[in-house]
């Protein structure tokens, strides 16, 4: 696999998380979660739509708690050799991924990208042992 062949944006239609040997989805379809490629860079952008009401023009606490709480985003630059692809997190809604490279394997079958590796969960503050991610993007 190539930068070529990843090339645009992609959108997320499985994740499973397995950690200490119970595999459990985390893909939830009311959120939209679409990642973008380019040479070098990478960024992914997710959306809970039904709760994206408009602010006013206070923009007030709730407001912008509401807001944060609906949408995520994050991005990089990223490392490919062949199947080998790290992330190096740059920015993040979250501050724990920021300054983080996260290693995966890529694999590009029947127009469907799933990336997979080791999670660490451990190591970005969310849990006592790491996991193992697998995920699955189509193209949009």
Request: with cysteine; net charge negative; glycine share 10%.
């Given at each position: 696999?190539?930068?070529?062949?990843?090339?645009?944006?992609?959108?997320?239609?499985?994740?499973?998380?397995?950690t200490?040997?119970?595999?459990?989805?985390?893909?939830?379809?009311?959120?939209?979660?679409?990642?973008?490629?380019?040479?070098?860079?990478?960024?992914?952008?997710?959306r809970?739509?039904?709760?994206?009401?408009?602010?006013?023009?206070?923009?007030?606490?709730?407001?912008?708690?509401?807001?944060?709480?609906?949408?995520?985003?994050?991005?990089?630059?990223?490392?490919?050799?062949?199947?080998?692809?790290?992330?190096?997190?740059?920015?993040c809604?979250?501050p724990?991924?920021?300054?983080?490279?996260?290693?995966?394997?890529?694999?590009?079958?029947?127009?469907?990208?799933?990336?997979?590796?080791?999670?660490?969960?451990?190591r970005?503050?969310?849990?006592?042992?790491?996991?193992?991610?697998?995920?699955?993007?189509?193209?949009?």
């Amino acid at each position: 696999m190539n930068a070529s062949d990843l090339l645009g944006e992609w959108r997320l239609v499985s994740a499973e998380l397995t950690t200490k040997g119970s595999t459990t989805s985390i893909y939830d379809p009311k959120w939209e979660f679409v990642k973008i490629f380019t040479q070098t860079h990478f960024a992914f952008l997710t959306r809970l739509p039904e709760d994206r009401a408009p602010f006013s023009a206070e923009a007030t606490d709730a407001e912008l708690l509401r807001g944060a709480k609906s949408f995520n985003a994050g991005g990089g630059r990223y490392d490919l050799a062949g199947a080998d692809y790290i992330e190096h997190i740059q920015y993040c809604s979250y501050p724990n991924y920021e300054g983080q490279s996260i290693a995966f394997k890529l694999t590009f079958v029947d127009g469907v990208l799933t990336q997979e590796g080791i999670y660490p969960l451990k190591r970005l503050g969310f849990g006592d042992t790491d996991g193992y991610l697998v995920e699955s993007y189509e193209r949009l």
